[in-house]
């Protein structure tokens, strides 16, 4: 194997000690979490090394991209196809409001999906030269731990280079999962579903969180018909059950049929296309099967259970609150923690390393009251606890207030489908513990709402806002009156719905 020294004229004699190592820190991923911590990190001083993946929309073992999951194959080209949705329901509301569409109104998916992947790729040398101009060396290809201090980088050429670094930091985020059932090779994931050369005429998703139901939304809106399986009683489990309700009932509303309580079994391949079996059964064939059922660390091939470093069931690197293993030097952020897995979370926990190791301030992140949206159509928005969540870490009496109407857009264009609000808030303190929305604009409005849990508001500082009339979100600071008072411990809180 080559060994690669890296010198840079003459040696820094203020540290003899450590003049020996390549680099200060050497990242592996360039997403989100990852870029973030070797900019900051070279930013306070530090000589940063990192190395991604070759780029491609459709990731796998040994392809990726800097940028990450976000930009290339997730939130970012995930919200252009949302937006792309939106405007056929949105042409439909127009007719109310004056404008002559045509009854035929033409929907051009390899036309999005261009814009969508040059958008990517502008983005994808966006990294590159903030990589660049932090002064951070990036290399393309494979990076795998070999010792507490040492990485190697295989490269696109088959050849092996290997790095020594003070610190090594773990930042190769996650991949989506297929169910293991008979066919599965026959069904895709969000990768795939983001770049499929047609769109699907029926399509049948399996699983109920974020990708399932925003993925339904952007389908439904281009004019497809679609089927959605999830195991529970609702989809979006872990978020608040009465706004669960709400997006059920607005996905069904737009006209996706919900398939509550029912699994996959088994794909086979047949001539009109790929035929579905549930558990209960039933026989659907679509041009589509998405296995929206969930991601997993992208931890197996990065040696790292041969260097010592403690990994949990799942394959997620354990880490302490500093986000530093059980090997003093290496340390991980990002989805590879299975902490809370969101690009902003990455971002804060890449700061926070930064701060910690090379900015002489050591800092953790901190997980209370992080807002987070799903973008179906309209989407959900939340920060703080759910009701159910509250009731259960409450001492006392919790207080529900919720407004449910119809927004005044909807009043002229005829649309029946309401917007809720709801605030959860401590009764003995007046405290704000949780605040959520299904409507247009939540996660616009949610940002500012996350502002003030976080600044530890109460409802009484809520209700003394004066609101921006007339807007959706003046309704948060003008409910009033109390929905009901909930007792701590409730097995099952009462909805308003």
């Excluded at 004229?9 to 190592?21: I, M, P, Q, R």
């Excluded at 070279?42 to 990731?59: R, Y």
């Excluded at 800097?66 to 329901?89: D, E, M, Q």
């Excluded at 795939?192 to 993925?215: D, N, Q, R």
Aim: one cysteine or more; hydrophobic letters at 40%; aromatic letters at 6%.
């Amino acid at each position: 194997m080559a060994r690669k020294m890296l010198i840079d004229g003459e040696l820094d004699k203020t540290n003899e000690a450590e003049s020996h190592y390549d680099f200060d820190l050497f990242v592996i991923g360039a997403g989100s979490g990852g870029v973030r911590a070797s900019r900051f990190s070279a930013q306070n001083g530090a000589k940063v090394g990192i190395c991604e993946l070759p780029f491609h929309p459709i990731s796998s073992e040994v392809i990726g991209g800097v940028g990450g999951t976000c930009v290339i194959r997730g939130c970012v080209p995930k919200k252009i196809l949302v937006y792309g949705a939106s405007f056929g329901p949105e042409l439909e509301d127009a007719r109310n409001y004056g404008w002559d569409v045509n009854e035929k109104i033409d929907f051009n998916w390899k036309k999005l999906l261009q814009k969508k992947t040059d958008e990517i790729n502008r983005l994808n040398g966006i990294y590159k030269r903030l990589l660049s101009g932090a002064g951070v060396k990036l290399f393309e290809g494979e990076g795998r731990v070999i010792g507490p201090n040492e990485v190697e980088v295989i490269q696109l050429d088959g050849t092996k280079i290997s790095y020594s670094a003070k610190h090594i930091l773990i930042a190769t985020g996650s991949r989506a999962q297929r169910l293991p059932i008979p066919g599965q090779g026959l069904g895709i994931t969000s990768d795939e579903a983001l770049s499929l050369e047609e769109l699907p005429k029926h399509a049948v998703i399996l699983g109920g969180g974020y990708i399932a139901v925003e993925f339904a939304s952007i389908w439904r809106g281009m004019g497809s018909k679609v089927d959605l399986f999830y195991r529970k009683d609702l989809p979006l489990r872990g978020f608040d059950d009465e706004m669960r309700e709400v997006v059920a009932k607005n996905l069904e509303g737009r006209g996706v049929k919900l398939h509550p309580g029912t699994n996959l079994k088994e794909l086979s391949k047949t001539e009109g296309g790929v035929k579905v079996l549930t558990d209960h059964g039933e026989e659907i064939v679509a041009d589509v099967v998405l296995f929206a059922t969930g991601r997993a660390p992208n931890s197996k091939r990065l040696n790292l259970e041969a260097v010592g470093v403690e990994l949990d069931k799942a394959g997620a690197i354990k880490v302490n609150q500093y986000s530093q293993t059980n090997v003093p030097s290496i340390w991980a952020i990002g989805d590879v923690t299975n902490r809370m897995n969101l690009t902003p979370v990455a971002l804060m926990e890449g700061t926070c390393f930064a701060n910690t190791v090379f900015g002489g301030k050591p800092m953790a992140p901190d997980y209370s009251n992080i807002a987070c949206a799903v973008f179906c159509i309209p989407p959900l928005s939340v920060v703080g606890l759910s009701e159910q969540e509250a009731l259960e870490k409450a001492k006392g009496d919790v207080l529900i207030f919720t407004s449910t109407f119809n927004p005044m857009k909807n009043t002229v264009s005829g649309r029946q489908e309401k917007t809720m609000m709801k605030l959860v808030v401590d009764a003995e303190t007046d405290k704000v513990l949780g605040a959520s929305m299904c409507g247009p604009d939540a996660a616009e409005i949610m940002q500012g709402i996350a502002i003030a849990l976080k600044c530890g508001a109460t409802k009484a500082q809520f209700d003394s806002t004066v609101g921006i009339h007339p807007s959706a979100a003046e309704e948060f600071v003008t409910m009033r009156s109390v929905t009901r008072r909930v007792s701590a411990g409730t097995v099952k809180p009462r909805t308003n719905l």
